[in-house]
């Protein structure tokens, strides 16, 4: 059979030998960077069966979740072969994917690996092939005899010859001044006469016809691939053969295991044996058969078959029968049998099991996502069950499917039991992780059960603390900032033993909730002190009294050891207020509004702060927040009756939530921090809104701004709503995003349906303008 090798052609940066490729610059589509892709292989030249291996790593560099379509993250060959991974993973942005595989190189010729994605959209799959790439001359290995030689080498080193193929096995390489010169080489052999009496065949031919080689093997020609010896018919003589069995023995894997039986055969007569059977048999039964080639006067040969058995008892009784079948016409028929016994070893046979995956101090990341590093290696327990010592063994672990690495688990005595720990860097993708652990991946050793050599986990992304956490409100006080008016401070702890995820904490004034305040993780002993955003002035005050409660977890959002530790409540009793209002600044949220800037989606959110006192505010921040989306800008000092403007510089990117229209609600606090003293109430400090954005995208023009054919998929820059406000830039243009020509150059957006109806005119002046 034909070998085969690949030899490198050209690859993305010449490295040692023990890679075949490896990138040397990123490569980025779409907000998604390729990178790290290495190709490489067990040998060098890759022979036939031998495996390549490849690996690389897909990154969302942009600012929005990516959704792998059903073709996944592939690796493409020039031979029409593609292995997927991923398909309907998502990628968050700043995350990646790793493609960690294997194949075998089996056919002849050039051979281009390169990496691909596909993307889903709402108009199905959009897949990209990158350009980063990796080329090779697969070239054959010369059968056992032939040559691998220029033909100018051939025809200098043997008188006649032949050529096995067309296919190339190697170059060779020469120099000049001027240039490499790479001359192809092919598989050569020498070719005889046969002498007379002899034919040209091939075996094939030869066992038809009866015949047997002409001496030594004789290389005479080649037909359709096979080679052809010189044969003679045998000559007839009246001399017997006669076929003898000299020793028949086990041959074990391991002490008490076999797996082969093998005899040694004879023919001690002066006649030629043809071929016959030979019988097998253990304790009297008949274990298999096997045929037994011709063999001429005191040739010899051994024959062997398959025999996956442990010894049974004290011994094992081994017997041996050749020409089973009476075919060949011996000189002595009484000699063909043979029996020896074999004792049984006392040795035992192993049995390796996982029976344990786990994490390295897993609860580190109680509440949040899970990663793999230093400190916090996927760990293995390994036990031999069995009643023999185990080898050398391989153990491989695997997350989602993929493998990632391995080790070697060193003998283990039977009963023992090792901790296998592997090293790999990584983040938890998507809301699982599928774990697996295989040991002796190949089944090189012989154990009492099969079954049991892997073990599969799922582990959540975001590591679920054990319900042991208990929060308790260990105090609550009255801050006094000034007269009849008060800050609400408290101190909450984890009395458990493990985390507490973010829970609210709630307050409630006369059993009225009044405000909340979010509590993030919390360790088992830790402590928070916190301070609600909203004060307490007496003018609220209920008569006789109020009762202000602090709740924690007041929505249920954690399941504790006990909850009816929750609650902390201060009494506070009513005393009149003066009604002369207060010399103090009082800042108030009159109104916001968004905009959009011209040519992108991108919202600015600005709003009027008034200072609607009687003194002077000091400088302070301004917090908004809606999903996913928060920021803070800061406020400078206002006199009383003065306003000013803060816009919001961080840009919002509102999200549809249907297919026609995306709502959001939006809150706006000035003075978040308490820290300007203002006249009560302060409860105007507050400005809510909800907001709709209808989107405007379907016009029918390819001009970038919409999703599938428009621009290529959904990872495009979206288009904003037409806002009559907002004035078009000098230049723009519905072929080019950001060109006009002076035809529709009108300064603001007006119709959509009048853009398209002067949609001649601008042609004729594209056309006037040459383009």
């Given at each position: 059979?034909?070998?085969?090798?690949?030899?490198?052609?050209?690859?993305?940066?010449?490295?040692?030998?023990a890679s075949l490729c490896q990138q040397s610059e990123a490569e980025t589509w779409n907000y998604i960077q390729l990178y790290g892709f290495v190709v490489d292989s067990d040998q060098n030249p890759v022979k036939l069966g031998s495996i390549v291996y490849y690996s690389f790593r897909v990154k969302n560099i942009g600012g929005e979740q990516i959704k792998i379509g059903k073709g996944g993250i592939y690796l493409k060959t020039s031979l029409g072969d593609q292995f997927s991974f991923y398909a309907g993973e998502t990628i968050q942005p700043g995350k990646e994917l790793q493609v960690k595989s294997s194949f075998k190189a089996e056919k002849s010729g050039k051979l281009t690996v390169n990496p691909g994605i596909c993307l889903s959209t709402t108009k199905g799959d959009v897949c990209h092939d990158f350009n980063t790439s990796c080329s090779f001359d697969v070239v054959i290995e010369c059968p056992a005899g032939w040559s691998c030689l220029t033909a100018e080498d051939a025809s200098k080193t043997f008188k006649n010859y032949l050529r096995y193929s067309d296919e190339i096995c190697g170059y060779k390489v020469s120099t000049t001044p001027t240039a490499v010169i790479k001359t192809p080489m092919y598989c050569y052999r020498e070719v005889f006469e046969c002498p007379q009496s002899c034919q040209c065949l091939t075996q094939a031919e030869a066992n038809k016809e009866g015949l047997i080689l002409c001496g030594e093997k004789i290389f005479c020609g080649l037909k359709?691939?096979?080679?052809?010896?010189?044969?003679?018919?045998?000559?007839?003589?009246?001399?017997?053969?006669?076929?003898?069995?000299?020793?028949?023995?086990?041959?074990?894997?391991?002490?008490?295991?076999?797996?082969?039986?093998?005899?040694?055969?004879?023919?001690?007569?002066?006649?030629?044996?043809?071929?016959?059977?030979?019988?097998?048999?253990?304790?009297?039964?008949?274990?298999?058969?096997?045929?037994?080639?011709?063999?001429?006067?005191?040739?010899?040969?051994?024959?062997?078959?398959?025999?996956?058995?442990?010894?049974?008892?004290?011994?094992?009784?081994?017997?041996?029968?050749?020409?089973?079948?009476?075919?060949?016409?011996?000189?002595?028929?009484?000699?063909?049998?043979?029996?020896?016994?074999?004792?049984?070893?006392?040795?035992?046979?192993?049995?390796?099991?996982?029976?344990?995956?786990?994490?390295?101090?897993?609860?580190?990341?109680?509440?949040?996502?899970?990663?793999?590093?230093?400190?916090?290696?996927?760990?293995?327990?390994?036990?031999?069950?069995?009643?023999?010592?185990?080898?050398?063994?391989?153990?491989?672990?695997?997350?989602?499917?993929?493998?990632?690495?391995?080790?070697?688990?060193?003998?283990?005595?039977?009963?023992?039991?090792?901790?296998?720990?592997?090293?790999?860097?990584?983040?938890?993708?998507?809301?699982?992780?599928?774990?697996?652990?295989?040991?002796?991946?190949?089944?090189?050793?012989?154990?009492?059960?099969?079954?049991?050599?892997?073990?599969?986990?799922?582990?959540?992304?975001?590591?679920?603390?054990?319900?042991?956490?208990?929060?308790?409100?260990?105090?609550?006080?009255?801050?006094?900032?000034?007269?009849?008016?008060?800050?609400?401070?408290?101190?909450?702890?984890?009395?458990?033993?493990?985390?507490?995820?973010?829970?609210?904490?709630?307050?409630?004034?006369?059993?009225?909730?009044?405000?909340?305040?979010?509590?993030?993780?919390?360790?088992?002993?830790?402590?928070?002190?916190?301070?609600?955003?909203?004060?307490?002035?007496?003018?609220?005050?209920?008569?006789?009294?109020?009762?202000?409660?602090?709740?924690?977890?007041?929505?249920?959002?954690?399941?504790?050891?006990?909850?009816?530790?929750?609650?902390?409540?201060?009494?506070?009793?009513?005393?009149?207020?003066?009604?002369?209002?207060?010399?103090?600044?009082?800042?108030?949220?009159?109104?916001?509004?968004?905009?959009?800037?011209?040519?992108?989606?991108?919202?600015?959110?600005?709003?009027?702060?008034?200072?609607?006192?009687?003194?002077?505010?000091?400088?302070?921040?301004?917090?908004?927040?809606?999903?996913?989306?928060?920021?803070?800008?800061?406020?400078?000092?206002?006199?009383?009756?003065?306003?000013?403007?803060?816009?919001?510089?961080?840009?919002?990117?509102?999200?549809?939530?249907?297919?026609?229209?995306?709502?959001?609600?939006?809150?706006?606090?000035?003075?978040?921090?308490?820290?300007?003293?203002?006249?009560?109430?302060?409860?105007?400090?507050?400005?809510?809104?909800?907001?709709?954005?209808?989107?405007?995208?379907?016009?029918?023009?390819?001009?970038?701004?919409?999703?599938?054919?428009?621009?290529?998929?959904?990872?495009?820059?979206?288009?904003?709503?037409?806002?009559?406000?907002?004035?078009?830039?000098?230049?723009?243009?519905?072929?080019?995003?950001?060109?006009?020509?002076?035809?529709?150059?009108?300064?603001?957006?007006?119709?959509?349906?009048?853009?398209?109806?002067?949609?001649?005119?601008?042609?004729?002046?594209?056309?006037?303008?040459?383009?």
């Amino acid at each position: 059979m034909v070998k085969f090798v690949i030899a490198i052609l050209l690859s993305l940066v010449a490295t040692a030998s023990a890679s075949l490729c490896q990138q040397s610059e990123a490569e980025t589509w779409n907000y998604i960077q390729l990178y790290g892709f290495v190709v490489d292989s067990d040998q060098n030249p890759v022979k036939l069966g031998s495996i390549v291996y490849y690996s690389f790593r897909v990154k969302n560099i942009g600012g929005e979740q990516i959704k792998i379509g059903k073709g996944g993250i592939y690796l493409k060959t020039s031979l029409g072969d593609q292995f997927s991974f991923y398909a309907g993973e998502t990628i968050q942005p700043g995350k990646e994917l790793q493609v960690k595989s294997s194949f075998k190189a089996e056919k002849s010729g050039k051979l281009t690996v390169n990496p691909g994605i596909c993307l889903s959209t709402t108009k199905g799959d959009v897949c990209h092939d990158f350009n980063t790439s990796c080329s090779f001359d697969v070239v054959i290995e010369c059968p056992a005899g032939w040559s691998c030689l220029t033909a100018e080498d051939a025809s200098k080193t043997f008188k006649n010859y032949l050529r096995y193929s067309d296919e190339i096995c190697g170059y060779k390489v020469s120099t000049t001044p001027t240039a490499v010169i790479k001359t192809p080489m092919y598989c050569y052999r020498e070719v005889f006469e046969c002498p007379q009496s002899c034919q040209c065949l091939t075996q094939a031919e030869a066992n038809k016809e009866g015949l047997i080689l002409c001496g030594e093997k004789i290389f005479c020609g080649l037909k359709s691939g096979e080679e052809m010896y010189c044969f003679q018919r045998q000559q007839i003589t009246t001399e017997l053969p006669d076929l003898v069995i000299s020793d028949v023995w086990p041959f074990e894997s391991s002490p008490g295991v076999y797996s082969e039986i093998r005899a040694l055969v004879y023919n001690l007569g002066r006649g030629y044996a043809t071929n016959s059977t030979l019988a097998f048999f253990v304790d009297g039964i008949n274990v298999g058969e096997v045929s037994v080639k011709g063999l001429g006067s005191n040739e010899n040969v051994v024959v062997k078959i398959s025999y996956q058995r442990t010894c049974s008892g004290e011994n094992d009784v081994f017997e041996a029968i050749v020409d089973y079948r009476n075919t060949v016409n011996e000189s002595n028929e009484n000699n063909n049998r043979i029996t020896k016994i074999y004792n049984c070893t006392q040795a035992g046979i192993p049995d390796l099991e996982v029976f344990e995956i786990s994490q390295r101090n897993e609860s580190d990341f109680s509440c949040v996502i899970r990663e793999y590093n230093a400190g916090h290696e996927i760990e293995a327990m390994v036990r031999n069950s069995g009643n023999g010592t185990s080898p050398d063994a391989l153990a491989e672990l695997y997350i989602d499917g993929m493998f990632v690495n391995s080790v070697t688990i060193p003998q283990l005595a039977p009963g023992e039991v090792r901790y296998v720990k592997f090293i790999y860097n990584g983040t938890c993708s998507g809301d699982s992780d599928t774990i697996k652990v295989t040991i002796d991946p190949d089944n090189r050793i012989t154990e009492l059960r099969e079954g049991n050599n892997a073990l599969e986990v799922v582990w959540g992304c975001r590591v679920t603390p054990t319900n042991q956490s208990d929060l308790r409100i260990t105090r609550a006080a009255l801050i006094p900032i000034e007269q009849f008016k008060w800050r609400i401070e408290y101190e909450i702890r984890n009395d458990g033993s493990s985390y507490a995820c973010g829970s609210h904490t709630g307050l409630y004034i006369d059993e009225i909730l009044v405000a909340d305040d979010y509590v993030d993780r919390i360790a088992p002993g830790e402590s928070l002190t916190k301070t609600f955003w909203r004060n307490y002035t007496m003018t609220e005050c209920t008569p006789p009294s109020d009762t202000i409660k602090v709740m924690a977890d007041y929505r249920n959002e954690i399941m504790e050891i006990t909850e009816d530790n929750n609650n902390y409540t201060l009494s506070l009793r009513c005393e009149p207020v003066p009604t002369t209002p207060p010399q103090k600044p009082d800042l108030v949220v009159l109104n916001c509004h968004y905009s959009f800037p011209p040519g992108t989606d991108d919202v600015t959110i600005t709003c009027r702060i008034m200072n609607q006192g009687y003194l002077p505010s000091q400088p302070t921040t301004v917090e908004i927040s809606t999903y996913q989306y928060s920021d803070t800008e800061n406020l400078r000092q206002l006199n009383p009756g003065e306003s000013v403007d803060v816009s919001f510089d961080r840009l919002w990117h509102p999200r549809t939530t249907t297919l026609h229209i995306a709502n959001y609600s939006v809150q706006v606090v000035v003075d978040p921090g308490n820290l300007v003293d203002e006249i009560p109430y302060e409860t105007n400090n507050i400005w809510s809104t909800h907001w709709e954005f209808p989107l405007t995208c379907n016009d029918g023009i390819k001009n970038r701004d919409e999703e599938g054919v428009d621009c290529g998929g959904r990872y495009c820059i979206p288009c904003n709503p037409c806002d009559p406000r907002a004035t078009l830039p000098s230049a723009f243009d519905w072929r080019d995003y950001y060109r006009l020509p002076p035809v529709r150059n009108q300064r603001s957006c007006g119709s959509c349906w009048a853009f398209a109806a002067i949609g001649a005119v601008e042609g004729t002046f594209v056309v006037e303008q040459r383009g």
